[in-house]
Antibody, heavy 121, light 107 residues
Framework: EVQLVESGGGLVQPGGSLRLSCAASGFTFSSYSMNWVRQAPGKGLEWVSYISSSSSTIYYADSVKGRFTISRDNAKNSLYLQMNSLRDEDTAVYYC??????????????WGQGTLVTVSS | DIQMTQSPSSLSASVGDRVTITCRASQSISSYLNWYQQKPGKAPKLLIYAASSLQSGVPSRFSGSGSGTDFTLTISSLQPEDFATYYCQQSYSTLGAFGGGTKVEIK
C-alpha cells in the first residue's frame, strides 16, 4: 500500500525557518517525481515545488522561489521542503504528492495527509 | 503561466441531480487536464486524468470531457458522499496550476 506521511509542521515566527519531511513507503520511491502542494486555510490548492526522481530537475512556484528548497533522499525514501524567510501568507497545510507519469500528462495519484504550518508572531 | 478558471465557485444540488462543473484554461492544453475531489480535512483524491480517463476505483457516475481550453466534470447522479470541493489541474506545463475549486453543497 502506497503511503506518504508528512511531518515537521508547526508554529513559527515570521522570518523563521522550518523543514518539512515526507516519508514514503509501499512503492519504489526512487522511480517517481514528487511534489509539494499547499492549501491556506479556507483556500484552494497551490502547487509549490517539484523534484524529479534523480533530483536533476527542480521547479518552484514564483511565490516561494528563493525562499524554499526541495530535496530528496532516495536511500531514506524521503522528500523534504526547507522553508526559510517564512511569511504570514505561507500559513497552510502542506501536502506531498506523488507524480504519476501518464501517457497524456502527469497527475498526482497519491497524497499524504498533510502537515500544518502556521506563521505568526 | 497557464491560468485555470473554474465555474461556478459553488453550487447547491440534491441527491440524484446531474451536476456539471466547468474548467477553462488560459491557453490550449490539449487533453492535459486532471480533476480532484477534496473533502473537508482530507487530502485531495484523483478522479479523472487526461481529461476523460477515470482513475481506478472511482465510481462511473463521474466523467470528464473536453480538450483545448474548455473542460467539464460531470456527476451523473449526485450521491451523499459526493458533497465536496472539486479542483481541475493542468498538466501541460510542469507548473501544474490548479483551478480555484468548485464546492458542491447540499440543497
Amino acid at each position: 500500500e502506497v503511503q506518504l506521511v508528512e511531518s515537521g509542521g508547526g508554529l513559527v515566527q515570521p522570518g523563521g525557518s522550518l523543514r518539512l519531511s515526507c516519508a514514503a513507503s509501499g512503492f519504489t520511491f526512487s522511480s517517481y517525481s514528487m511534489n509539494w502542494v499547499r492549501q491556506a486555510p479556507g483556500k484552494g490548492l497551490e502547487w509549490v515545488s517539484y523534484i524529479s526522481s534523480s533530483s536533476s530537475t527542480i521547479y518552484y512556484a514564483d511565490s516561494v522561489k528563493g525562499r524554499f528548497t526541495i530535496s530528496r533522499d532516495n536511500a531514506k525514501n524521503s522528500l523534504y521542503l526547507q522553508m526559510n524567510s517564512l511569511r504570514d501568507e505561507d500559513t497552510a497545510v502542506y501536502y506531498c504528492a506523488r507524480t504519476f507519469p501518464g501517457e497524456v500528462g502527469d497527475y498526482f495519484d497519491y497524497w499524504g495527509q498533510g502537515t500544518l504550518v502556521t506563521v505568526s508572531s | 503561466d497557464i491560468q485555470m478558471t473554474q465555474s461556478p465557485s459553488s453550487l447547491s444540488a440534491s441527491v440524484g441531480d446531474r451536476v456539471t462543473i466547468t474548467c477553462r484554461a488560459s491557453q490550449s492544453i490539449s487533453s492535459y487536464l486532471n480533476w480532484y475531489q477534496q473533502k473537508p480535512g482530507k487530502a485531495p483524491k484523483l478522479l479523472i486524468y487526461a481529461a476523460s480517463s477515470l482513475q481506478s476505483g472511482v465510481p462511473s457516475r463521474f466523467s470528464g470531457s473536453g480538450s483545448g481550453t474548455d473542460f467539464t466534470l460531470t456527476i451523473s447522479s449526485l450521491q451523499p458522499e459526493d458533497f465536496a470541493t472539486y479542483y481541475c489541474q493542468q498538466s501541460y506545463s510542469t507548473l501544474g496550476a490548479f483551478g480555484g475549486g468548485t464546492k458542491v453543497e447540499i440543497k
